[in-house]
């Protein structure tokens, strides 16, 4: 890893552990034990930093995602890994809540790519559903990602479609779940329904 490699890294663990707002320049090049000048030098600013920070983050979670469903047997597989690995969404919507917040130009360029990346994923699960006879192949697929994508965008960043808060005993992972297990129960042939409630009741019976 090149030193240029290693601040991002670092800068992207500081700006999810400590917030967008409090960490200043001066702060990661201390924790780096690199002089402000170096940092200056590769990027310019901490509008630079920040944009590069966030790049390398949500690019290890896609690349760790696609490592992770690739040996998964069928798509509601994949969608539970998926799921288990969403520990981190709480962090993820606070780090999204302050760039929205302090910088919202770079917020809506990063929401347009997740949206677009979403929506190819999404797209990706109806047809692997379909070719494994577990989801209806006469489903209206544009009209399934849409609803879908606005139900995951409304739980992630709530508040800016005025809904309430979701309650203290239930996690935002949670809440993905049962969204996402009655949504593709909705799209399921009789087999789909089937691996879901099997997957499902593993899946409970693992986690307590």
Known sequence: MSQKERIVCQAAAMFLDEGIKSVRMDDIATRLGVSKRTLYEMFGDKRD???????????EKRRSMMEHTR??????????????????????ALLVENLKKFYPDIFEKFENQVYCFSREQFN???????????????????????????TMAALFDGKSH???????????????????????????????????????????????
């Open 71 to 92: 040996q998964a047997q069928n798509v509601i597989d994949e969608i539970f890994i998926i799921l288990s690995m969403m520990k981190q969404g709480e962090r993820d």
């Open 162 to 208: 005025n809904f309430a808060p979701l309650k203290n005993d239930i996690s935002m992972r949670m809440a993905f779940e049962y969204v996402v297990v009655y949504f593709f129960r909705g799209l399921a042939t009789k087999k789909g329904i089937e691996t879901i409630d099997e997957i499902v009741c593993n899946h409970r019976k693992r986690n307590g």
């Open 124 to 150: 990706r699960l109806l047809e692997r559903g379909i070719s494994e006879g577990l989801f209806l192949p006469n489903m209206n697929k544009e009209l399934a990602i849409i609803t879908l994508s606005y």
């Open 49 to 59: 930093l920040l944009e590069q920070s966030l790049l390398f983050h949500f690019e």
